[in-house]
């Protein structure tokens, strides 16, 4: 109990720590940067997959989980399968997936180029390997509305796999989603997707340890007036999701209904928060390396700027290091293949004071060897919480670093 108390006081310390910010700042000492870089991504750790969806039309609905599954390595739980999610005010006009033998931000020595696997152009009506998706579907008690394929404007439903019309501006509230273009085999606990709601049209999200996502966009301010009927108003972002949480459910009135809360994964990559810093970008990692509370996450102590009268360029990169590379730069190119040096190039283009950078906390906990539940497991379980994590977990690594 003692190592508990002192584990978490020690967690307490080092947040009021990280709250002060070195270099020139605001009174809450958050400042603006053109690159948010977090390091030692991945962890071992677990989550429950959905197992079943009951009586889903009626209002009696429930949703089981099933046993903990274990992930672990660089990236991890992000180095699974991700869906790629829009919430207006917002204008996409490219976005393309990559992926990479072995990439190493700041190295082009141990770093090989990338290869484009997914892209989409709003002026050509080019959609290579994407396919969009939108909440128009039956509604839920549990579930909320089903995935439908998106018509060319991203928001009502289409019969078919349709392109997202050039400019087409989503605005406060509304979402589209893009995936992959392989199709999931049919729902099941042991199938290649999981368990996932029946009648949707259910598509892979993007794999690999090693990825990247870009995008050209633009996010103009809301013309809408403001009113308590929004959730989101005025609150543009791009995401990341384990493509099994919108598959079953992405706001789910029963947390059993998706993965989402036992930690599966999340990443913000251009988030905003809130209206009182509606032109400020955030980046923001839910998944349980080194918190406790998913919902807050663990956010960068820092922002990129929204530009709410020009088109933005930047993404995110993944690299084989365990490095998560936010940034924002008109010289990102949506070429076929980018080589490592260009996009290192880009990387070197930035000076410290333009770079905010996180150290994710290192977990230490292992996946059992055999099939059979593991101790570390089941004690995880009996401590009713996260407790445990904290145990294996190594504090002198929660130190941002600011290179001022
Ligand atoms: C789309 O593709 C065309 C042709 O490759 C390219 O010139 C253009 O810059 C791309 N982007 C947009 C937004 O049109
Ligand atoms: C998926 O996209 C790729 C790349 O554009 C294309 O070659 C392939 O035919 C598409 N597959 C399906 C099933 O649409
Ligand atoms: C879906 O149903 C739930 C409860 O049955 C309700 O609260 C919610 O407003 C509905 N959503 C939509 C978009 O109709
Ligand atoms: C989107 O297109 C559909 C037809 O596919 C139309 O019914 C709907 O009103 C459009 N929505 C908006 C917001 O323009
Ligand atoms: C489409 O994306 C999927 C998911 O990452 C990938 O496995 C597949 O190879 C891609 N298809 C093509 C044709 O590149
Ligand atoms: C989710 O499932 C777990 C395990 O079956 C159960 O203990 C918990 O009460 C369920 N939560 C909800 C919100 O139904
Ligand atoms: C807005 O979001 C930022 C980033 O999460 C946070 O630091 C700030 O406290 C929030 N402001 C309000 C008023 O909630
Ligand atoms: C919109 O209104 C909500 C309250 O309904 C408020 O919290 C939010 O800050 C407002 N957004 C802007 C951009 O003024
Ligand atoms: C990026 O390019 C857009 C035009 O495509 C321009 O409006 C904007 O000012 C540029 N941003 C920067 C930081 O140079
Ligand atoms: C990688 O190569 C690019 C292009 O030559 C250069 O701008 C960058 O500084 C190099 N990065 C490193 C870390 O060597």
């Not at 406790?292 to 663990?298: H, N, Q």
């Not at 101790?375 to 600011?402: C, Q, R």
Request: aromatic share 14%.
């Amino acid at each position: 109990m003692f190592l508990v108390s002192f584990i978490i006081l020690a967690f307490g310390l080092c947040n009021v720590a990280l709250g002060q910010n070195g270099g020139s700042s605001s009174n809450n000492g958050v400042q603006a940067f053109e690159m948010i870089e977090f390091s030692n991504v991945g962890f071992a750790g677990t989550y429950t997959p959905v197992k079943s969806l009951k009586n889903i039309d009626d209002s009696d609905c429930t949703c089981e989980v099933d046993d903990k599954v274990w992930f672990s390595g660089t990236n991890a739980p992000i180095s699974d399968e991700v869906s790629v999610h829009f919430r207006g005010p917002l204008i996409l006009h490219q976005f393309a997936y990559y992926v990479s033998s072995s990439f190493t931000a700041d190295n082009n020595r141990t770093s090989s180029d990338w290869t484009r696997l997914a892209y989409y152009n709003a002026t050509t009506q080019t959609a290579d390997n994407v396919t969009f998706l939108t909440k128009a579907g039956d509604n839920s008690t549990c579930l909320g509305k089903a995935l439908t394929y998106a018509s060319s404007n991203g928001t009502s439903e289409a019969s078919d796999a349709t392109v997202l019309a050039e400019g087409t501006l989503i605005t406060s509230d509304e979402e589209y989603v893009i995936f992959s273009n392989v199709s999931c085999p049919s729902s099941g606990t042991s199938k290649g997707c999981g368990v996932y709601r029946k009648g949707i049209p259910a598509f892979y999200g993007y794999t690999g340890v090693t990825k990247m996502f870009l995008f050209e966009f633009e996010m103009p301010t809301e013309t809408q007036d403001n009113s308590t009927s929004f959730d989101y108003y005025d609150l543009p972002a791009i995401w990341l999701l384990n493509a099994k949480i919108p598959r079953t459910s992405q706001y789910p009135s029963n947390s059993n209904c998706s993965c989402w809360a036992s930690g599966c994964g999340e990443f913000d990559i251009f988030e905003v928060m809130n209206g009182t810093e509606k032109n400020h970008l955030y980046s923001t990692f839910h998944t349980f390396q080194g918190i406790e509370d998913l919902g807050t996450g663990i956010q960068a102590d820092g922002y990129i700027s929204r530009s709410t009268d020009s088109v933005m360029r930047g993404g995110v990169i993944f690299d084989s290091n365990g490095d998560t590379v936010v940034f924002m730069s008109n010289d990102t190119v949506f070429d076929s293949t980018i080589d490592a040096d260009t996009l290192n190039g880009i990387l070197a283009s930035y000076s410290t004071n333009e770079i905010v950078s996180t150290r994710l906390e290192t977990i230490s906990a292992t996946a059992p060897s055999t099939t059979s539940k593991s101790n570390a497991a089941s004690l995880f379980e009996n401590t009713g919480g996260f407790l445990w994590y904290y145990i294996f977990t190594f504090f002198t690594s929660a130190a941002h670093i600011f290179l001022f």
